[in-house]
């Protein structure tokens, strides 16, 4: 189990209380698509991704990284128990989705840089780093039920 | 493969079968792909397009004035979020942030990328006296290369919000990924 201090639960709180899920969702999933084109190969049936104006105005991809984002909650909501709270969504994404693992650790670097790009001076080392043991321990346990 | 397709779409227009034993040898020796054809290599494969170049250059211009800030912000962050990467670094009397040795530091490390854009059209052969340094003298894991470029696009991001656009992200993170590479390259 991952050991959080009161410092980093309050980080994490305070940083999901002030997030606009429409913006940050849609913007890093479509960032991601973009800078890591082959990601794209899971969005077959999303619309047009042709280039990236086409991938910024696709309205499926901005609804579905707001779904994404809030796939977060579920950690927030539980961060003594991350690792069971996905053991459903880790099967889904194994066999359902049939998601290459590595693709996780790209969502959450372009995540990062979204975050680091809303929050200017609030986004400390500190805060940087809290949010990224956070969306580590996530993507830990979204691999863990691949097999 | 998308020969394939087109092959298998007209042989569905004439009415015959799209498995590969139906189609005629002489359509199959015309279309298969020859041994010269599948080992060119695509020029814009992983590495920068011209395009990617300019975008590159003119971020950089835009940036310049504050790089020395850069280098120190990236570094301190990297030191912070990844504490691994402090190991490197046990000759410094203060590692924390703001510290004279993390600003001066940070602003060499930019320096080394100025001068990386400079040479953005032959970057092995440009840093190649970096290289030497890195593998023989610094001898830093080059998986730390990937990780301390994220830093400096985490800041990027943070001090140029609008500047930042996907397309300038990713002309960067390839960039840096090649930077890397060259920096590499004398390892072994």
Known sequence: ?147 | MTVWLLISCCHHRLGLSPKGGDIPQVLMDVYKPTAAASSKPSPDKMSLSVKNKDTVRAFWAKLSPKAADIGADALCRMLVVYPQTKTYFSHWKDLSPGSAPVMMHGAVIMQGVTDAVAKIDNLTDGLDQLSQLHAFTLRVDPANFKVLSHNLMVVMANQFPKDFSPEVHVAMDKFLALVALALSEKYR
């Not at chain 1, 969005?43 to 990236?52: H, Q």
């Not at chain 1, 779904?67 to 066999?95: C, F, P, Q, W």
């Not at chain 1, 840089?113 to 986004?123: H, M, P, Q, R, Y």
């Not at chain 1, 043991?133 to 097999?147: D, E, I, N, R, W």
């Open chain 1, 1 to 147: 189990m991952v050991a959080w201090s009161e410092q980093e639960r309050s980080i994490i709180a305070n940083l999901f209380s002030n997030l606009d899920y429409e913006d940050v969702g849609a913007k890093a999933l479509t960032r991601c698509l973009i800078v890591y084109p082959w990601t794209q190969r899971y969005f077959g049936g999303f619309g047009n991704l042709y280039n990236a104006e086409a991938i910024k105005m696709n309205p499926n991809i901005a609804a579905h990284g707001v779904k994404i984002l809030h796939g977060l909650d579920r950690a927030l909501k539980n961060m003594d128990n991350i690792k069971e709270t996905y053991a459903e969504l880790s099967v889904l994404h194994s066999e359902k989705l049939h998601v290459d693992p590595d693709n996780f650790k790209l969502l959450s670097d372009v995540l990062t840089i979204v975050i680091a790009a809303k929050l200017g001076t609030d986004f400390t080392p500190e805060v940087q780093a809290t949010f990224q043991k956070f969306l580590a321990v996530v993507v830990s346990a979204l691999g863990k039920q691949y097999q």
